[in-house]
């Protein structure tokens, strides 16, 4: 099955700073990559996406680029705010099994 | 409507006690899925509806009963829980399951359940 790997776990950035986070999958069958926002004892919120045909996608500050060769994606977020403090998820959907792998996430800080 | 509801926001159950957790969403999706989520993880897949019908049971204990009475409603009975299935479980919908243009789940805001 797919096996998504997320990295950094934590990651503290200034605010005004940018924060990348990565992510690999191993299914070469996977063509819909998710990015989820989870604050603190809330829903995690999808905020953006891309799939296997695009290589990058941006809205506003926040962008996603994707390697298909290499099996990579992820996350950019410029100028960082407080409120972009969370957990943040990365997930593949495979087209052959269809399910939903996430990463183990990571846990962004940004100081005011 | 563009949310996903779920009852109750808070469970308490003794290891004995039978309760269900209910999820509703009045988006037109013909997915839905219920998610475990323990402290400090991702949401982990347990079940996935399709048209009503279950397409998914990721291996899960059937002390989890799953029920999708109709196309906007998605319950799930619990009975002889253990503390160890203390987690958020998360409901969410998407359009479709298995059809390319439409992945998008939404969350619902999920149920804090302790087994004591």
């Known amino acids: 099955g797919e096996n998504v790997e997320q990295h950094p776990s934590t990651l503290s950035v200034q605010e005004g700073d940018s924060a990348v986070i990565k992510c690999t999958y191993s299914?070469?069958?996977?063509?819909?990559f998710p990015w989820y926002k989870q604050e603190l004892g809330k829903r995690p919120q999808l905020i953006i996406d891309?799939?296997?045909?695009?290589g990058e996608k941006k809205d506003q500050r926040i962008a996603v680029t994707l390697n298909k060769t290499a099996k990579h994606f992820s996350l950019h977020i410029t100028e960082t705010q407080p409120e972009d403090s969370a957990v943040y998820f990365c997930a593949a959907r495979s087209s052959i099994g269809q399910k939903v792998t996430f990463g183990t996430g990571t846990k962004l800080q940004v100081i005011p | 409507d563009t949310e996903v509801t779920q009852t109750p926001k808070h469970l308490v159950m003794g290891m004995t006690n039978k309760k269900s957790l209910k999820c509703e969403q009045h988006?037109?999706?013909?997915?839905m899925y219920w998610y475990k989520q323990k402290a400090k993880k991702p949401p982990e897949l347990m079940f996935v509806y399709s048209y009503e019908k279950l397409s998914i049971n990721e291996s899960v204990p059937s002390r989890f009963s799953p029920e999708c009475p109709n196309s906007s409603l998605l319950n799930l009975h619990l009975h002889a829980l253990q503390p160890e299935d203390s987690a958020l479980y998360l409901c969410?919908?998407?359009?479709?399951?298995?059809?390319?243009?439409?992945?998008?789940?939404?969350f619902g805001p999920g149920t804090r359940l302790t087994v004591t």
């Open positions: 299914d070469s069958a996977s063509n819909y």
């Open positions: 891309i799939r296997s045909n695009v």
């Open positions: 969410a919908s998407s359009q479709r399951w298995g059809e390319s243009s439409t992945y998008e789940q939404y």
């Open positions: 988006m037109g999706h013909r997915a």
